[in-house]
């Protein structure tokens, strides 16, 4: 019996000696909070200046993959003046460098997809500037429409038709959203700074038409009666997430969106893209600034887990430290790195690499600029 004591005793030292002589590594309470996510960056390819079936292919300001067809979606913002409002449906190949890393073979315009009101009739010129896509598991393509203020054209979340491209559904917006068409506005989102981003987290279910799927949106920059003039103070954007179900569309929150202060010249500043990473409400998110330093872009994991429902205030100008943000983690600057970046408005999850990891791309608006490209970005992307 003493000696099993004393046994006891030994391993139990010993183990204590072992404790105190390790340093246990400190991981800090916001790490918890976030995916660890890493991307590498592979390729680019330019898409050629070029006309498409009467239409000129350029503006494209959002992309979307679909895996069950191998299908990969690209929004033109056109507003009905070069073309109608549309999108294209593209071919993409990858092969291997000679490196043997994963690169672009290949992407090419196969077609496109025009989108219509709900009796099938073209939009007016400047009646819809589509900005944000997302596919839905009901055989719909989500589109979000910045509107424009200055005309009288409220934004706008519709769910349209994937292979007729006829609008379906219009999910209701907050008031505070709409211009009020006061001179100055004091009310909704600024001119060609509202609903750019746009993703889709998808239930459980694989009966699309029963279990309820949600969409995420946010505002390229604050709203009016949000917008603070202290340059000291990062802007506040809203983050908007709906519940969607058969015959249902419902708001179930909104959060405080902090951007990156501007970086020192800048014209622009502003969030561009949304990426659904899980459905515990992890999500990769696209900021892009535009200056005297030319684009300048960065990519951050966001954690909205504990965010404020900011539903029921009025401003978020001034001090709002009291109000919980969506926490964000860079996860790379590009511009930092050396990666060449255009105006990047558009980020999906593609097909599997070749080494059948995740790939990662980006797509940029040329802005129907001669001097300007349609640049895509190939990234692996890595989660845990």
Same mark, same amino acid.
């Given at each position: 019996?003493?000696? +099993? ?41 330019? /898409? ?21 067809? !191998? ?18 449906? /593209? ?15 290949? @992407? ?12 099938? %009739? ?7 500037? &589509? ?11 989500? @589109?979000? $429409?910045?509107?424009?203020?200055? #005309? ?15 609008? #379906? ?9 709409? &211009?009020?068409?006061?001179?100055? &506005? ?7 700074? $509202? ?11 694989? !009966?699309?038409?029963?279990? *309820? ?17 202290? =340059?000291?103070?990062?802007? !506040? ?6 519940? @969607?179900?058969?015959? %249902? ?48 872009? +960065? ?17 978020? +100008? ?6 919980? *943000? ?26 599997? /690499? =070749? ?11 040329? !802005? ?17």
């Amino acid at each position: 019996m003493r000696q +099993k004591l004393k046994l006891w005793l030994a391993v139990g030292l010993a183990a204590m000696l072992l404790l105190g002589g390790c340093a246990v590594p400190r991981v800090r309470a916001e790490d918890r909070l976030f995916l660890r996510v890493s991307v590498d960056y592979l390729d680019e390819y330019r /898409l050629p200046q070029q006309a498409f079936e009467g239409t000129t292919v350029g503006g494209l300001s959002a992309i979307a993959y679909s895996p069950q067809t !191998n299908q990969l979606y690209a929004l033109s913002d056109d507003r009905g003046r070069l073309g109608p409002p549309r999108f294209y449906t /593209l071919a993409l190949g990858f092969t291997s460098d000679s490196a043997g890393a994963p690169a672009f073979d290949r @992407i090419a315009v196969e077609s496109f997809t025009e989108l219509t009101d709900p009796e099938g %009739q073209t939009y007016g010129v400047g009646q819809l500037d &589509p900005e944000g896509m997302a596919l839905s598991p009901r055989q719909t393509v989500l @589109i979000s $429409s910045e509107g424009d203020a200055a #005309q009288g054209v409220d934004p706008l979340i519709g769910e349209f038709d994937l292979e007729t491209g006829r609008m #379906q559904a219009a999910f209701r917006l907050p008031e505070r959203y709409l &211009p009020d068409g006061e001179t100055p &506005p004091q009310r909704g989102t600024q001119n060609n700074l $509202s609903l750019e981003s746009l993703t889709v987290s998808l239930g459980q279910s694989s !009966n699309a038409l029963i279990e *309820p799927f949600r969409i995420f949106t946010a505002t390229e920059s604050a709203l009016v009666q949000d917008y603070d003039d202290d =340059p000291t103070r990062a802007l !506040n954007n809203r983050f908007l997430h709906y519940l @969607i179900g058969e015959n %249902q569309s419902t708001v179930i929150a909104e959060h405080r969106y902090p951007l990156d202060l501007e970086p020192q010249g800048a014209l622009l500043n502003g969030l561009t893209e949304l990426l659904t990473l899980d459905q515990g409400g992890h999500f990769l998110a696209l900021e892009r600034a535009f200056g005297l330093r030319g684009f300048q872009v +960065k990519l951050f994991q966001l954690a909205s887990g504990g965010a404020t429902d900011i539903s029921r205030v009025a401003s978020l +100008k001034g001090d709002v430290e009291s109000i919980q *943000p969506i926490r964000k983690q860079l996860v790379l600057d590009l511009t930092a790195a050396g990666i060449p970046a255009e105006n990047l408005e558009g980020m999906t999850l593609g097909p599997r /690499l =070749p080494d059948g990891t995740q790939s990662l791309l980006m797509i940029s608006d040329n !802005n129907f600029e001669a001097t300007q490209e349609t640049q895509f970005l190939l990234f692996r992307l890595r989660t845990g």
